[in-house]
């Protein structure tokens, strides 16, 4: 069982990136995912979730209208779309899976990937 993250990277202010999480040894049709960032000298906060069945998604208020979580059941990855990045958005993104939803209580996380956000 194992989670992975892609996409993260250097972009400027204002600049966009895809986020990926892709499973592997599971399937994410039965699995809430959600997607969690930890900016350099800061407590782990939440970012976006969705469910499984019906897509319920939420977002968190800092990155609402800018960030759109996707499930793609046929790629085992769900995505997050971050779009009119801030430098407050520098961090490390990592996703977490559960059956549960909603839950502040993930069994399944990925080590993450580090989005850097500067001119």
């Known amino acids: 069982v194992q989670l992975v993250e892609s996409g993260g990277g250097f972009v400027q202010p204002g600049g966009s990136l895809r986020l990926a999480c892709a499973a592997s040894?599971?399937?994410?049709?039965?699995?809430?995912i959600g997607w969690f960032r930890r900016a350099p000298g800061k407590e782990r906060e939440g970012v976006s979730c969705?469910?499984?069945?019906?897509?319920?998604?939420y977002y968190e208020d800092p990155v609402k209208g800018r960030f759109t979580i996707v499930r793609d059941n046929a790629k085992n990855t769900v995505y997050l779309q971050m779009n009119s990045l801030i430098p407050e958005d520098t961090a490390v993104y990592c996703c977490?899976?559960?059956?549960?939803?909603?839950?502040?209580?993930?069994?399944?996380w990925g080590q993450g990937t580090l989005v850097t956000v500067s001119s």
């Open positions: 040894g599971f399937s994410l049709d039965y699995y809430a």
């Open positions: 977490a899976a559960d059956r549960t939803f909603p839950t502040t209580a993930y069994a399944y």
């Open positions: 969705i469910s499984t069945s019906d897509g319920t998604d």
